[in-house]
């Protein structure tokens, strides 16, 4: 627990909150690099009951008023769709926002924080390297199922809580202006991920381009799908519920799936420094592409379709570019834990690029399959 967020200051943030018995204990929860999230255990009558406590940046959520419209136009349409299809464990399939005792979705503690409040999950858990093919199916229905379930959301377009947060050319732009101004001469620390980013320009607008053309249709997408934001059931390993949904928000589906490979086919951890151990893994991305259409068939053109594979490739470089655009810019958007904590993170994106042209051929006969067997 750090020293901005005590026990006895997590405590008086509860009480902001209609949680029913004694405050027992908060800790750390989770592997997030924006938010600080916390586990807080309330003793019920001599039973243990957890939430999910979360401070919001909002350094990076300019707009908290806004995210936490979002988030409970999304989580209340969710909850309700879930519900009507009669789906087993209903209310674990979507997070469930608690209001703090004035009435609003968040509350604003005296240093100007801003602390939202969830119903702890119970009996599953996040994973951060996918062991399986399964869980990666598991996963990958869960996001398709979460699209489709927003499919007719109601009301006013969503807000932007972060304004062309998977513009890629605008993140190839950003970095090519952090290389201009080198900041704090951090370039000639970065050469290669710097050469590698600038001659894979043309993949800033491999999805936007046919977005622009019409071909590619707006939705109601999450834009942060890696494999550790769905919970999957300790049991039985279904995916369950998608979480973190602070830039849930108008997108392309082609961005959720596009994490989703980046994330759960990589063999190593995002940040792993032995750049030999990162490699797409093939059946991984096979188990993708049959969870994802599992769940969003119904709803996905073939355009959509035809573009999966290239959406891998290009959320791969684009959180590459990233992670290369902050350690440019001495790191003051992601958490680090190391000196070059983000130029490895960038390294490891950069590398997994490589793997996923490799094997560019393999996977589009995948997606043609497995588009045909629909």
């Given at each position: 627990m750090t020293a901005t967020h005590s026990t006895s200051d997590l405590a008086a943030i509860v009480r902001a909150f209609p949680l029913l018995g004694r405050f027992q204990e908060a800790r750390p929860h989770g592997s997030g690099h924006i938010n600080d999230t916390y586990a807080i255990t309330m003793d019920q009558a001599g039973t243990p009951v957890r939430y999910v406590l979360q401070r919001i940046n909002h350094h990076v959520f300019k707009q908290v008023p806004a995210l936490m419209e979002n988030v409970e136009r999304v989580t209340?349409?969710?909850?309700?769709?879930?519900?009507?299809?009669?789906?087993?464990?209903?209310?674990?399939?979507?997070?469930?926002?608690?209001?703090?005792?004035?009435?609003?979705?968040?509350?604003?503690?005296?240093?100007?924080?801003?602390?939202?409040?969830?119903?702890?999950?119970?009996?599953?858990?996040?994973?951060?390297?996918v062991e399986t093919p399964r869980q990666a199916a598991a996963a990958a229905r869960a996001f398709g199922e979460f699209q489709r379930l927003l499919v007719d959301l109601p009301g006013q377009r969503l807000h932007e809580t972060i304004p062309n947060f998977h513009h890629t050319r605008r993140r190839f732009d950003d970095f090519r202006r952090g290389l201009e101004q080198d900041a704090h001469n951090r370039a000639a620390q970065a050469r290669a991920e710097i050469a590698f980013a600038l001659e894979r320009e043309s993949l800033a607008d491999a999805l936007l381009a046919p977005q622009a053309r019409g071909e590619l249709p707006e939705r109601v997408t999450h834009n942060d799908s890696k494999f550790n934001n769905v919970m999957l059931d300790d049991m039985t390993q279904a995916g369950l519920c998608v979480i973190d949904l602070d830039t849930v928000m108008p997108g392309l589906a082609l961005y959720d799936f596009g994490d989703l490979v980046r994330s759960g086919t990589n063999g190593a951890a995002e940040d792993e420094r032995d750049l030999s151990r990162v490699q797409a893994r093939l059946a991984i991305f096979e188990?993708?592409?049959?969870?994802?259409?599992?769940?969003?068939?119904?709803?996905?053109?073939?355009?959509?379709?035809?573009?999966?594979?290239?959406?891998?490739?290009?959320?791969?470089?684009?959180?590459?570019?990233?992670?290369?655009?902050?350690?440019?810019?001495?790191?003051?958007?992601?958490?680090?834990?190391?000196?070059?904590?983000?130029?490895?993170?960038?390294?490891?994106?950069?590398?997994?690029?490589?793997?996923?042209?490799?094997?560019?051929?393999?996977?589009?006969?995948?997606?043609?399959?497995?588009?045909?067997?629909?």
């Open positions: 209340s349409h969710a909850t309700r769709r879930a519900a009507e299809s009669q789906q087993a464990d209903a209310a674990r399939r979507s997070l469930t926002l608690v209001r703090a005792l004035d009435g609003l979705p968040y509350h604003r503690d005296p240093q100007g924080g801003w602390w939202r409040c969830y119903l702890f999950i119970e009996h599953a858990r996040t994973y951060d390297v188990a993708l592409v049959e969870g994802y259409l599992s769940a969003a068939r119904p709803f996905v053109t073939a355009a959509e379709i035809a573009h999966l594979t290239v959406a891998g490739h290009v959320i791969t470089f684009e959180i590459g570019l990233r992670f290369l655009t902050d350690f440019l810019a001495g790191d003051t958007y992601f958490k680090i834990k190391r000196p070059r904590h983000n130029l490895d993170r960038a390294a490891n994106q950069f590398a997994l690029v490589r793997s996923l042209e490799a094997q560019r051929s393999a996977m589009e006969a995948i997606v043609r399959q497995q588009g045909a067997a629909g």
